[in-house]
């Protein structure tokens, strides 16, 4: 990295803004240089509690030297506000999902490419140690179990519960299978907002591999967990406890038996691995780890379990499909 610090600003002094503050206070090659949002005192709270500076408006940024931003704006802003930066001139990590519509996500990922610009996708959990250390073994997956709960939290509420928490293991999916999907099937309704806040997908790949994938924000507990199969052996990841269990059958003697294998991983708090990732690309020019291409996947998957959760309440006549347009 270069040994000059990287003036950062984030945009978007919400829940998670405030995460993304936090951390480039407090990252080595990087320099938190201001804090954009359309709320002056929310900005000026963070800007606060983090040593740096309020400023009026993405207009700024530039003026002001700074070479890279989280956006952690509403979803239906992120194009708006990326794109601004982008063609601004600077590097830009854009929380997911990448943007409210492949149109959108599309206008993203040109803009980056005409700039010359890095565009990152914010999906956290890539960089979860449990997914690091599975990625390292995995040969052809086949069968996935996958759970995402949390309980009910008055945030993220302006996209269905798809976009919000199921889209993270859809990312995952994608990039551990590495095939495309040719079927899905989805379940979903609304519970406590009038976005679908529980979902259950089935996904078949090209590849023969099939996953069940659960999201829910309004659970009684909070699970991240996946769970797959391949020849010969199981992989359990704890994404909460950052680690991976491999559990495989050893052929040796006349009755085959069992072995554990915790796999070693770093510990270490997955957004800080996420901007430090960024951080990296931007000094080095070299392609993220998650880059626009691979948001933009995500996103497309993220409106195929849609569009089958849309289909099969009108389909079966639940009143919330039926009565008013849910996404």
Not at 33 to 49: C, F, S, T, W, Y
Not at 52 to 74: D, F, K, M, N, Y
Not at 230 to 246: C, G, P, V
């Amino acid at each position: 990295m270069s040994k000059k610090p990287i003036r950062v600003a984030v945009v978007g002094a919400g829940e998670f803004g405030r995460n993304h503050a936090r951390v480039w206070r407090e990252m080595e090659g990087a320099e938190l240089a201001g804090i954009v949002d359309l709320n002056p005192d929310r900005a000026r709270q963070v800007a606060e509690e983090f040593g740096t500076r309020a400023l009026s408006g993405i207009e700024e940024l530039a003026g002001e030297g700074i070479a890279a931003a989280s956006v952690a704006v509403p979803t239906k802003e992120h194009a708006r506000v990326g794109c601004r930066l982008l063609e601004a001139g600077l590097d830009v990590l854009v929380e997911k999902p990448l943007a409210a519509s492949l149109g959108e996500a599309d206008d993203l990922i040109a803009s980056a490419r005409r700039g010359g610009r890095i565009l990152q996708a914010g999906h956290i959990e890539r960089f979860n140690p449990a997914v690091a250390a599975a990625q390292k073994i995995v040969t052809r997956p086949m069968f996935f179990e996958v759970h995402r709960m949390s309980l009910f939290a008055p945030r993220s509420l302006d996209i269905d519960v798809i976009y919000d928490l199921m889209i993270h293991d859809l990312d995952i999916l994608l990039a551990l299978v590495n095939a495309p999907v040719t079927d899905v099937r989805a379940v979903g309704i609304p519970v406590i907002t009038d976005k679908v806040d529980i979902a259950h997908a089935r996904l078949e790949f090209e590849s023969g591999a099939v996953a069940n994938v659960t999201a829910s924000r309004v659970s009684t507990e909070r699970i991240r967990k996946m769970r797959f199969f391949q020849e010969h052996e199981y992989i359990s990841l704890d994404f909460t406890r950052q680690d991976a269990l491999r559990i495989r059958v050893r052929p040796d003697g006349a009755q085959p038996g069992v072995s554990f294998e915790k796999l070693p991983t770093q510990p270490e708090e997955p957004l800080r691995a996420e901007l430090r990732g960024f951080l990296e690309s931007v000094c080095t020019r070299r392609p993220p780890l998650v880059d626009g291409l691979a948001g933009r996947r995500a996103l497309e998957l993220g409106d195929r379990v849609m569009a089958s959760i849309l289909e099969h309440g009108r389909r079966v006549q639940l009143t919330a499909f039926t009565s008013q347009e849910i996404g």
